[in-house]
Structure formats: C-alpha cells, structure tokens
C-alpha cells in the first residue's frame, strides 16, 4: 500500500480494507467511499480596519442514511476540502458506532482564528451561516463545533440561522452555550467519553486504572477533560500534555515526576489550549521543546490534538510500556503507523469510538432542543456512560469474534449499521 499522508485518501484506504473484508457490493462501497454532497464557498468578512478579507469555507455531507449529517466546523490554518472530505466521512462512522440516529457531515475554514479579533470571528462565523443556510437544518445537517471553534460561535451561528430562517432554530447548531440553547455536560462530553472507553478496554485487559500513567497530545478542549477524567475517574496519573504555541511556531511538552494537575493547568491555558509557561515553570512542571509527549514511559498515550500525528517516523518512539492508545482526536494514527502498532500488539481504541462522546451529548443537546425542556448535568453524562459503554461493548465483541485489529472492529460495525439503513431506505 502507498503510504499516504491525505486524511481523506487514509479514511478511503482504511475503509477500502474493511469493505473488502466485509466483501461490500462495488456500487455501495464506491458510494459510501465518497461523501454524498459537498460545498465549497467564498466568506467575505468585514475585518476591523475597515477592509474585506475573503475566505475559504467547506461543508461536506457524507452520510445522511441513519439521519440527519453531523459534525463539527475547524477553523484551521491547513485546512483543505480533503481534510474535511475525511473528517465528514469518519462522522458518519462515528454516529453509526454510537448508535445515535445520525449521519456524517463537517465543515471547515480556512483561518487562525487567533489572528481575529471578537468581532471579526463574529462576522466570518455569521457570513459561514450565511452561505450554508440553504443547506443545512435540524432536519437535514447540524454542525457543531471542533478544533478553532467554541460555544461562543455556535450561538453566534445559531442567531444568524434563526434571522435568516425567520425563527428560533436552537436544533441548527449543537454544542451552544449553557443558557443559549446549550446542554450541561458537553464541554465536558469527548474527553469523558474518551476515559469511559479507557476503562472498559482496562476491565477487559484486567488493568488495575488506578495504577496507570497516560501522556496527552495537545491541551485543548478534548485533552483538558480528558486529562481531568484520567485522575479523577480513573484515579490514575497523567504524567504529560503537550501543545502547539503558535507565537514560537513550537510543540511543547509540558511534565512533572508527580503526575500534573490538569485543572490547574487549565487555569493558565488560553482558549486555544496555549499553556502559560511561564507560570507552569514557576509551579514545578518541566518544559521540553518538540514531541516528547510521544516517547513518554507510560501505559496510556491520549493523542488529542489533529490528524496525522502517530505516523511512520513517530510510531518508534513510542515505549514498550504503552499498551493502550485512546485516539481522542480525529484520524491521528496514519495506515503505516497502525501497521507497526498492530505487530506489537498495542490495543487501540480507535477515533470514531473513542471520541465519540462529543456527538452523543450533541445528539442530546438536539433532543432537548426538540423537547424545549432541559437535562441535569448528572442525567447527561450517566446517558454518555451508557451510549460510551454500550459502543465500547459492540466493537469489543466485533473484535473477539472477528479476530481483527480494533480499528477494523469499529468499522465492521459502523459499515453494517449504515448499509443496513441504506437497505431499509431502498436506497441499495
Ligand atoms: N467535532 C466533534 C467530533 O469530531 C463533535 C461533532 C458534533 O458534536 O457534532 O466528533
């Protein structure tokens, strides 16, 4: 196999040998390896000085067999229509797996949005709703938000769908801000769900959670919780985080000997899950340039940040110690390095499951919408535990009974979900 570094064509090779494994019928798989529709557009926003600056927006619809696409809007400097061709058609996987009655779908812009004042991220965020309005509805395609975007941008999204509609449309966008159409608990939602899947792939390999170490990439939205839960549910130590700081253009990875405090921690990181490290300095943490979270003696390692990070080069610093990799982040394992993983018998929990904990409590946050009548935050993530708990268990017996690497199990599984909802549509 060519090895590839396009996330989309990784997510077409990795279903590629599934649906042959699967022996998909040639139609349905060249259907399935494609998404459905796609938009590219043109944003014109207003930027503070007074000037126009245009930029470059996607939304890809994958899927919409089990429902109604899903997913995120990056807002991210290398962003491309392929990275988001990818990134949508994971989704579709990920709804299937965690059996939510939703398709696949995402969307992107080409920016940093670090480079944006307030107002100017409030102008691309409502000229993106602007030109995907048409296309997208509680019913037809709900986006949420992902790396570079927060709360705060989907409720200015939402307002704008909600004008432009005519009205009140809070099942537009999910991942709002509590108070602004919001569910408790989604913040908190991906990285818990990662550490749900964490302890059922520990109860099935009989580890002892309380005795283990992890390494985190990235210090993010899904890294922080994922690093609160790996403490204070699973009672182990995570012992590094590691995260991009885009003023030196540099990785840092950030440690201490006795297991660092990830709320603290993310007392002093910025929205874009910059750490001060000046102050981490000055609490006793260790600072190294570059990638050292990958090479960490851990039992655990917790990439959260983007695609493409465990790769070829990478995957042969990572310790003998590690026998559990949970992919918090999107794709961040390429086909070269799974091969290498496999041969040494590292279990993994891959992307669409582990981190399917975001979309189910947005699938949540849209069910409340529909009722107009709001869950606890305890109610919201006991249904998470469950959903995380009962996707763990379906790709877990996929795995034994088909005797494949766990990735391959949670694509059996998805791919069967999808093309039987494609069946009972008539659609194949
Ligand atoms: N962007 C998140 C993901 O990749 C969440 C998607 C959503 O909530 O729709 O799963």
């Given amino acids: ?41 043109r944003i014109p926003v207003k930027m503070d000085g007074g000037d126009i600056k245009i930029f470059n927006g996607f939304r890809v619809q994958h899927n919409d067999a089990i429902g109604p696409c899903k997913g995120g809007i990056r807002f991210h400097p290398s962003e491309t229509i392929d990275t988001v061709r990818a990134l949508a058609t994971w989704m579709t996987w990920k709804c299937a797996v965690a059996d939510i009655p939703l398709g696949g779908g995402k969307g992107g812009v080409i920016v940093d949005p670090a480079t944006l004042t307030n107002t100017e991220k409030e102008n691309l965020c409502r000229g993106y709703m602007q030109k995907v309005w048409r296309n997208i509805g509680p019913r037809r395609d709900v986006p949420a938000p992902d790396v570079g975007t927060t709360p705060q941008m989907m409720g200015w999204m939402m307002d704008e769908y909600s004008k432009l509609s005519g009205e009140y449309t809070p099942g537009v966008i999910t991942g709002k801000p509590v108070g602004g159409g919001g569910s408790l608990g989604r913040t908190e ?20 959670p309380s005795k283990t170490t992890a390494s985190i990439q990235g210090f993010g939205n899904v890294a922080q919780y ?12 995570v012992m590094a985080v590691s995260y991009w700081d885009r003023d030196d253009r540099t990785s840092y990875t ?41 090479s960490k003696d851990v039992d655990v390692l917790i990439p959260a940040a983007i695609e493409g990070q465990i790769n070829a080069e990478t ?36 992307d669409f499951l582990c981190n399917a904990g975001g979309v189910t409590v947005s699938y949540f946050e849209s069910v409340q919408n529909d009722m107009n009548y709001y869950w606890s935050k305890e109610e919201v993530l006991q249904k998470l535990d469950e959903k995380m708990t009962n996707a763990f268990r379906s790709v877990y017996d996929m795995y034994e009974k088909e005797r494949v690497f766990m990735r391959d199990a949670a694509y059996m599984v998805a791919i069967s979900r999808v093309v039987k909802a494609m069946q009972l549509r008539g659609w194949i």
């Fill in 254 to 294: 950030i440690s201490h000997p006795k297991g660092i405090d990830a709320v603290y921690l993310q007392s002093i990181t910025n929205q874009y899950g910059a750490i001060d490290k000046e102050k981490a300095k000055s609490t006793g943490y260790e600072i190294e340039e570059g990638t050292g979270w990958i």
């Fill in 226 to 237: 994922a690093a609160i839960g790996f403490t204070n549910v699973l009672k182990g130590k």
């Fill in 315 to 350: 995957v042969e610093m990572i310790s003998d110690k590690v026998k559990i990799i949970a992919e918090g982040a999107n794709g961040p394992t390429t086909l070269e390095a799974d091969e290498q993983l496999k041969k040494r018998g590292v279990f993994m929990v891959p």
């Fill in 1 to 41: 196999m060519k090895a590839t570094t396009n996330a989309f064509q990784m997510a077409q090779q990795q279903f590629d040998q599934v649906a042959e494994q699967l022996k998909l019928d040639q139609q349905v798989s060249d259907y399935l390896r494609w998404p459905m529709r796609e938009f590219s557009f």
């Fill in 189 to 208: 939602a991906t990285g818990l769900g990662v550490i749900y899947t964490i302890r059922e792939a520990m109860k099935r390999l009989k580890i002892d």
